[in-house]
């Protein structure tokens, strides 16, 4: 299959496979890390618009970019319309180039508050919102939501329709309602549905394991770009066609590269709690894996994990060939 750039507004994205935006993990670093592997397009954790209106620090460091990383978008997330298109001019002024809002987040603190996936209930408030969006940015506005808030009320494509009609440039679906959460089949007809009933660019997300998977969404949706979550988590070379075989070797320089990233970008002290939630990621499912990530959370400071991973990937390198024979195929 033939892969073609996407256009996203004035943005265009060579590989139209995408880092989808995950509280907790794509920070700068990891973000970094994604677009070294091949991502075409990387997304920010959400950012909360009453957080980046009232100027509160923990919103403002979530906004760190690099040149490097572009071209990056920033997640908002909201439910109030005033308050979204004030979040969305601030963050205008920030060197990025696409705003996305989230319309998808399950989680019940978000929904709470009538934000995230809780708007496909009320797509008359979620289109108010997308235009004050639109309206108050100069960049173009992405939207990413389910297909539906549970299999009794799928409206992605009604919810498609209104989010082009308000402005968006793009639309991202992932084929799961919120009553699924992460769990059970993607449905990808859903994102068949929806290509077929608007002229905006339409990017999938959904059970994507693999760079093959990825290409099999597009190829049966018809979609335009591919949105990639939870499967680039220790695996950020998914983004690429011609990555090399998941080997003990490969994972350790990958993460010799994420801590080089993080010691770089991240303020000490907060470095370990950054890398945690990835660092055992690298190793599941490979053999000894088990015990290395037992290491890697037993580990007291930031320079005594680059140590070790530095101790482990040096004896990886002296090892004979059969390192290099070792054709994990990433079953996990």
Not at 27 to 51: K, Q, T, W
Not at 129 to 138: A, D
Not at 181 to 204: C, H, L, M, T
Request: aromatic letters at 6%.
């Amino acid at each position: 299959m033939k892969i073609t750039p996407l256009k996203i507004g004035t943005v265009t994205i060579e590989n139209p496979f995408i880092l989808a935006p995950l509280a907790g993990f794509t920070d700068l670093p990891f973000r970094l890390l994604c677009r070294e592997n091949g991502a075409g397009l990387v997304y920010s954790e959400m950012i909360s618009c009453h957080g980046l209106t009232y100027n509160q620090q923990k919103t403002i460091d979530m906004l760190q970019t690099d040149e490097n990383e572009r071209p990056v978008a920033m997640q908002l997330f909201g439910s109030e319309p005033d308050i979204m298109g004030n979040a969305a001019k601030i963050l205008s002024k920030y060197p990025i180039d696409i705003i996305d809002i989230n319309m998808g987040c399950p989680v019940k603190k978000v929904i709470k508050r009538g934000a995230g996936s809780a708007l496909m209930k009320t797509p008359e408030l979620a289109g108010q919102i997308i235009r004050q969006v639109v309206e108050n940015c100069n960049k173009p506005v992405t939207v990413k939501f389910r297909s539906g808030w549970n299999h009794q009320s799928i409206n992605a494509c009604q919810f498609a329709q209104m989010a082009e009609e308000a402005g968006a440039s793009a639309v991202i679906i992932h084929a799961r309602t919120w009553s699924d959460g992460f769990s059970g089949k993607a449905d990808w007809d859903i994102i068949r549905q929806v290509k077929e009933n608007v002229a905006i660019p339409v990017i999938g997300n959904g059970d994507i394991h693999s760079y093959e998977t990825a290409l099999a969404l597009m190829h049966e949706t018809g979609c335009d770009g591919v949105m990639i979550g939870r499967a680039s988590l220790g695996r950020p070379w998914i983004f690429h066609a011609d990555s090399p075989p998941a080997t003990s070797r490969l994972r350790l320089a990958t993460l010799h590269r994420h801590l080089q990233l993080i010691s770089r970008y991240t303020r000490q002290g907060w470095a370990l709690g950054k890398i945690r939630n990835h660092a055992g990621r690298y190793f599941k499912g490979m053999p000894h894996g088990a015990s290395i990530r037992s290491r890697i959370y037993q580990v007291k400071t930031f320079s005594e994990l680059q140590s070790m991973v530095d101790g482990l990937l040096h004896e990886s390198l002296t090892q004979e060939p059969e390192e290099q024979r070792e054709q994990q195929t990433d079953k996990n």
